[in-house]
């Protein structure tokens, strides 16, 4: 039954086992930074509320009872137990947590390979990573930080770098890359990233496509794509692991595929002022710029 269970305070527990360890009052105070009157104090409300002496007091060293030194056994497993615990350290509890939401996408190409410039300058920071799924849901979790994408200019613009068709070399095989070309390829579709405006850009009056499979995930159009299913339209950052690794290509080849400026663009919104909510989002801008440098690189 509940009602039977008395258990005794952790400071009690650890004066106990200090002292048993130590032999004397005064050594357990001076490791636990209390007094000897409290050591005394809290080892004699432990005592009380067991109904049993635990420990002899001679007169120049403490000694176990028999019962003090069977429950010693089991107080320093139990304390044992709890030290472990990560959040019970100091250098946990002083480590502060920011929680960072972001798109699937982005947090994979983005900030996962840069996650290790952060965490080797600011190992004081707990970042958690938490991912929203652009049009189906909000934020998981109350966030500190978070990484949107939006066809509106509200927070901080992040990534705005031109969308250009990108497909496996595979899929091309021996066609001559032309814009002309995309008449006969199948073009993914996803609501992240429309062709409509690709298409104007270039002085095409085609519609939107209309057929084949939708994804709502930009990593899964890139995904789609370099396994051979058609066209994504997409912007270099984002696609950077693909194209290094030679999945995806521009249509026309580096450095002569046409790009537009997408109505949607990557911005940052911070949620407080915190001083290691600006460190993350001092972070998160430096990767967002680098992703877009290295992926003007891969396709100039």
């Known amino acids: 039954m509940a009602d039977d269970l008395r258990l005794p305070s952790i400071d009690a527990l650890r004066a106990f086992e200090a002292a048993a360890r130590l032999g004397t009052f005064e050594r357990a105070a001076d490791e636990l930074s209390v007094t000897a009157s409290a050591i005394g104090k809290r080892i004699a409300s432990l005592e009380d509320l067991l109904g049993t002496p635990l420990l002899l007091r001679g007169p120049k060293a403490l000694s176990l009872s028999a019962v003090g030194k069977e429950y010693l056994e089991q107080v320093r497993a139990a304390l044992t137990l709890l030290s472990a615990v990560p959040l019970h350290r100091r250098s946990a509890q002083r480590r502060q947590k920011v929680r960072l939401s972001s798109p699937p996408t982005f947090a994979r190409e983005v900030l996962v390979p840069a996650l290790p410039d952060f965490t080797s300058v600011h190992d004081d920071i707990e970042l958690e990573i938490t991912l929203t799924v652009p049009y189906l849901e909000g934020p998981l979790s109350d966030p500190d930080l978070e990484v949107r994408y939006l066809a509106t200019d509200e927070g901080e613009l992040l990534m705005h770098d031109p969308v250009l068709p990108l497909v496996s070399p595979a899929l091309l095989a ?121 992926g003007a690189a891969l396709t100039s």
């Open 174 to 294: 021996d066609s001559a890359a032309s814009i002309e070309l995309l008449r006969t390829l199948p073009m993914l579709r996803t609501p992240a990233e429309p062709w409509l405006p690709w298409f104007r850009a270039q002085g095409l009056d085609w519609p939107e496509p209309d057929r084949g499979p939708r994804l709502v995930d930009l990593g899964m159009t890139l995904e789609a794509a370099a396994c051979g299913q058609g066209v994504a339209l997409a912007r270099p950052s984002i696609a950077r692991a693909w194209l290094r690794a030679g999945r995806l290509q521009p249509l026309l080849g580096a450095g002569r595929t046409p790009g537009s400026v997408s109505a949607f663009a990557y911005r940052l919104a911070r949620c407080n002022e915190d001083a290691a909510v600006l460190l993350v989002a001092d972070w998160v801008s430096r990767a967002a710029a680098d992703a877009v440098a290295q």
